[in-house]
């Protein structure tokens, strides 16, 4: 099977860094300057041109699928009030594309949320995208690694290049450069999991978009509970890699940590400052601040 069709959306996490905010409301649907944070990786992946869209989600996480359903009441009361600019932003949510649902019933991990979608992905290949990362870029991350994926149809990992002071955060690669691609793809040979900065392998960190093949459910299925109880996808990976190539992806474009409270901040101020309607403003609302008196 030569091209992705099919992107998987694992939102089943309990997003506990966000509580008190995510006890009532999935971590999913916090607002990035208008837009709840899972409608940025929905977009990229459509402008990538996947069609197929599968949402991993998990108890008290209906918002979620409301949000990509119709909304007729809300339809209704804005055309009687001739809104019809809201009218047509709400209805560009529905009208963007089909998801499919299908729940993890218990959060035991990345790997787990993505064995749960098994038999609606079957035997293809796959997109995988974590909504916490969101990615600025002129050619959308997930565009970029499916031309890596249709020229040498392997399994593709997104990193980019991280601080030595947080290397200890994220799954690194130990990787060979391949020849040409202006040095962007990686053989992958190894991959530690948080590793301390005197054991990293680079300095080049897994983030959340990736293209699999789907002798990962069967791997997956063999991997046990690693670190906090959880079926850990790097573990599936690791595993993964004795029996098939797997090439790292350094992108084109900026990454946003939307998942953790300073991160979220970070990018609610810069996504903030480019928005077309209010950037100017916030732009001279930041000025006026005098930092000193905070
Ligand atoms: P994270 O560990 O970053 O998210 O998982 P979390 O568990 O929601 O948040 P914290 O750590 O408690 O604050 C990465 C991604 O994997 C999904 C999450 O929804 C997130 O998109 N995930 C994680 C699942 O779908 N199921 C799980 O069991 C675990």
């Known amino acids: 099977m030569d091209r992705i069709r099919r992107a998987l959306f694992p939102a089943a996490g309990l997003g506990t860094r966000f509580l008190p905010a995510t006890k009532a409301q999935p971590k999913e649907m916090l607002v990035l300057v208008d837009k709840p944070i899972i409608q940025y990786a929905v977009e990229e992946a459509v402008n990538s041109g996947l069609t197929n869209l599968v949402i991993i989600t998990g108890r008290g996480k209906n918002a979620i699928e409301d949000h990509f359903d119709v909304s007729f ?73 499916m031309d890596i994926y249709e020229r040498y149809k392997a399994s593709v990992v997104a990193i980019m290049e991280v601080p030595a002071a947080e290397v200890s955060r994220y799954g690194i690669i130990d990787g060979i450069p391949l020849e040409g691609n202006d040095g962007r793809v990686f053989d992958v040979k190894r991959m530690v999991e948080k590793p301390r900065i005197e054991n990293s392998p680079s300095h080049l960190a897994i983030i959340g978009r990736y293209i699999l093949t789907p002798a990962i459910f069967d791997v997956l299925e063999k991997t046990g509970r690693g670190a906090g109880g959880e079926i850990q996808l790097t573990d599936g990976l690791q595993n993964l890699l004795a029996q098939e190539r797997i090439l790292a992806y350094r992108f084109r474009g900026k990454r946003y940590d939307a998942g953790e409270k300073l991160g979220f901040l970070k990018t609610t101020v810069e996504f903030a400052l480019k928005n077309k309607d209010i950037g100017r403003e916030f732009r001279s609302y930041l000025k006026s601040l005098n930092l000193d008196e905070y």
Do not use: W
Not at 79 to 103: C, F, N, P, Q
Not at 108 to 134: K, N, Q, S, T, Y
């Open 73 to 145: 009441e809300l339809e209704r009361i804005l055309e009687d009030r001739g809104k019809s600019d809201l009218l047509t932003l709400v209805r560009a949510v529905s009208d963007m594309v089909h998801i499919a649902y299908v729940r993890q019933k218990e959060a035991l991990g990345l790997g787990h949320a993505i064995l749960v979608a098994r038999d609606l992905v079957g035997c293809e290949p796959f997109a995988v995208l974590l909504g916490d990362d969101i990615i600025d870029a002129e050619i959308p991350c997930m565009r970029q690694m």
